[in-house]
């Protein structure tokens, strides 16, 4: 097996190749090392792409939170170092229902395909080189952790870095460089609505205590 990564250009469209993958789960159940291995050879970014689908719609997952949110966060180290991915076999062979597993990843298919007739090449600098691909692998790698923030109750807590990862992980792989600078946009959106809801908790929080003392 190879160390270093590779990341070569898409000869079929995103949304083609997700709902593939979604056709070979089978059975009852599914892992992570069931996805890795239905991916193939575009893994790593495409397997980022896929464990940031489920968070793009309203639906709750038990489980998938942890395990997608790991994946993605080591996924991105192994992008940032240009190694292949280790994970923990408690992470890589969780097992996961298929059942509520498929209709979400298809339904985030779904929005995917609404990006493809946008991408295409462009802005190359952004996208290619090692040191570059550091960076963007540094990028996923704080979306990731945003993305498990313990904030699943709040609104959109999940789905904007969720939206983020997958601008990121889509840019890199179809080349599009815009794609990626939306990445980094709803990064900065995703800082700023926490960063609201932060304060908003102190100020109802310095508002209650100055309540209770008068």
Do not use: H
């Amino acid at each position: 097996m190879r160390d270093g990564v590779e990341f070569r250009d898409s000869q079929t469209t995103l949304s083609e190749t997700l709902r593939r993958m979604i056709d070979g789960i089978k059975g009852q159940t599914v892992s992570l090392r069931d996805l890795m291995t239905l991916v193939g050879e575009q893994g790593l970014l495409l397997l980022c792409a896929i464990a940031c689908l489920p968070f793009l719609i309203p639906v709750s997952i038990p489980g998938v939170s942890t395990v997608f949110g790991a994946a993605i966060i080591l996924i991105s180290i192994s992008i940032v170092l240009n190694r292949l991915p280790w994970m923990p076999r408690r992470i890589l062979d969780r097992q996961l229902s298929a059942e509520k597993l498929r209709p979400a990843l298809q339904k985030g298919a779904d929005v995917v395909s609404k990006l493809d007739p946008y991408l295409k090449p462009r802005l190359s600098a952004l996208t290619a080189g090692t040191a570059v691909n550091r960076v963007n692998g540094l990028a996923i790698a704080f979306a990731g952790v945003l993305l498990m923030l313990p904030l699943g109750l709040i609104p959109f807590s999940n789905t904007l870095p969720a939206i983020a990862i997958l601008l990121l992980a889509v840019g890199m792989i179809q080349r599009d460089g815009l794609i990626l600078l939306a990445g980094y946009a709803f990064i900065i959106f995703t800082l700023i609505y926490f960063g609201a809801l932060a304060y908003g908790a102190y100020a109802a929080g310095t508002g209650m205590m100055d309540f209770f003392k008068s």
